[in-house]
């Protein structure tokens, strides 16, 4: 197939040496002619990528209208913040009924759309698809062992996305709860920046683990109100992703969240972290979606008072111990 991946950051080169290796013809779009003239130098990512050389026959451009003219798969890897004006920017150069597959994470802010609605709201014609998982860039273009899982509407699409991008050490598995799939993909940012914070204020492996228990329980709370099948967050795309996430050296919301609760600001820590921290972006919309849905999700409202209202995080982590007492699940019957 002729593949075209927007956004030439770790992810994206990473899908690109994936895809490269599975014999497909991939073409890579910057917005940033510096980066393209990297890449084609040096066939590597080295400021966000380093150490993965892609092969050589993966072509790289600044030009959306030549990168997307013989697209039958378009990719779209940019970050959550520039996914809008992405699609935007490129829909004039889209054919009706192309496929695009969103390998981002998060939801927007102003509008509470998760991502693959923002492209379907932009690009109307397109066929629209999401592919997460717990998928580290550094480890995939390492060709770590990896499993992800697409959602779609279409199962004829989705296996054709699947198809695509299975390899050895790449296992992709399908589902038609792209709502879900997108939902756990977004709130772990949230709940990986939770535990950061933990790790930031010296908590040990029992906090972590409690967050991440608890934290899965507030997301598949949420996604079951919104729509989406409780399975789903029980999956690679739910508690998978959230547990690398939380746990990783590669997390970029970890990194931040620990740096937080060492006493820095948000924006002072994704500064120092150097990339996008998706879950900073993520976090107002979970509050707000947690509101509309009448969904109690105490982690969150937790890393919102810290991130925006200056709450010291070890008066957030006390807050969320001392709440009132309850029943772990509360659908059991007593006998």
Known sequence: MNITILGAGSWGTAIAKLLSLNEHKVTVWSIDPQEVAMLNEYCEQKVKLPGVILPGTVSFTNDAESAL????????????????STAKSVSK???????????????????????????????PQCKIAALSGPSHAEEVGKMVPTAVVVGCESKEIAVKIQDAFMADFFRVYISPDI??????????????????IADG?????NTKAALITRGI????????????????????????????????KHSRNLRAGTLIGKGMKYHEA?????????????????LQLSKKYGVSMPIVEAVNRVLFEDLPAREALELLL??????????????
């Open 270 to 286: 994704m500064d120092e972290v150097k990339q996008i921290v998706e879950g900073v972006y993520s976090a107002k919309a979970a």
């Open 217 to 248: 329980v507030e997301i598949t709370e949420l996604g079951t109100a919104m729509g989406g099948h409780r399975r789903t967050f029980s999956g690679l795309s739910g508690i998978g992703d959230l547990i690398v996430t939380c746990a990783s």
């Open 93 to 123: 150069f889209i054919k009706e009924d192309q496929i695009i597959v969103s390998v981002s994470k998060g939801i927007e802010e102003s509008t509470l759309m998760r991502l693959s609605e923002v492209i379907k709201d932009e690009i």
């Open 322 to 335: 001392t709440r009132d007492k309850k029943a772990e699940i509360t659908d059991l019957e007593w006998k």
């Open 69 to 84: 003219s013989d697209a039958e798969l378009v990719v779209m890897a940019v970050p959550s913040p520039f996914v809008r």
């Open 179 to 196: 709502m879900g799939i997108e939902l756990g993909g977004s709130l772990k940012n949230v709940i990986a920046l939770a535990a950061g």
């Open 201 to 205: 204020l010296g908590c040990g492996d």
